[in-house]
């Protein structure tokens, strides 16, 4: 077994360092799964976003974190830093988490989402999920479903793409027209905001941060 190294404090700074000589105004701020470590990494997090706001100059931290298995006190850590966004992707349809997310729990992380939101109301929250992996389309919209009745702000949906030899093979490469299509079930869902189509990916999403 790999003995994974403890996360690393002058990372922090380092981050600090960049966003400031880059001059970024909106960051997103996420990592590997972390389940060897007690708290799942949350307090890394934690100490980022704080980091990060001592910058000030109106810049905007989207945390994009893991489940931390639904330790609700490591969820409680990142809420309690107040990021202007808290982002947990489901990925896929519950069916097919066991080829898709193996290690992880579609129901569980629809209660990270519905947990941040019961901490702080006025927190917002966004989740992402590929297409293309073999979900059925009523499927997507269930997903949407799910997620809104977990109080979820945002969704962003985009086409899987296999990013290596040892990963997942594309089953569908879904037509222009299909994200249009769950454009508008999105919307009937009521989310406040909704990014469908082949290259969209869950960490970039600019119009968020216009209003």
């Keep these: 077994m790999i003995e994974l190294e403890k996360p690393d404090k002058k990372e922090l700074l380092k981050i600090k360092e960049a966003v400031e000589k880059l001059d970024i105004k909106n960051v997103v701020i996420t990592s590997v799964t972390r389940d060897d470590l007690v708290d799942g990494g949350s307090n890394h997090f934690a100490d980022c976003i704080s980091i990060l706001k001592g910058i000030g100059r109106s ?31 489901l990925e896929t349809a519950p069916r097919l988490y066991n080829k898709v997310r193996p290690q992880a729990d579609y129901n569980r992380s629809i209660e990270v989402l519905k947990f941040a939101k019961e901490l702080d109301s006025s927190i917002i929250t966004k989740s992402g999920i590929m297409v293309g992996l073999g979900e059925f389309r009523e499927e997507i919209r269930s997903v949407m479903q799910d997620l809104r009745k977990a109080d979820c702000d945002i969704i962003t949906i985009g086409q899987y793409l ?12 879904l037509e222009p027209a299909e994200f249009d299509k769950f454009s508008e079930w999105a919307k009937e869902a009521g989310f406040k905001k909704y990014y469908c189509g082949p290259f969209v990916r869950s960490s970039y999403a600019e119009e968020i941060w216009q209003n």
Excluded: Q, W
């Design 59 to 89: 810049l905007k931290i989207e945390a994009l974190i893991p489940d931390f298995l639904g330790n609700k006190s490591s969820i409680e850590k990142v809420v309690s830093r107040k990021p202007d966004i808290l982002s947990h992707n």
């Design 162 to 173: 296999k990013p290596g030899a040892d990963c997942l093979d594309v089953d569908e490469f």
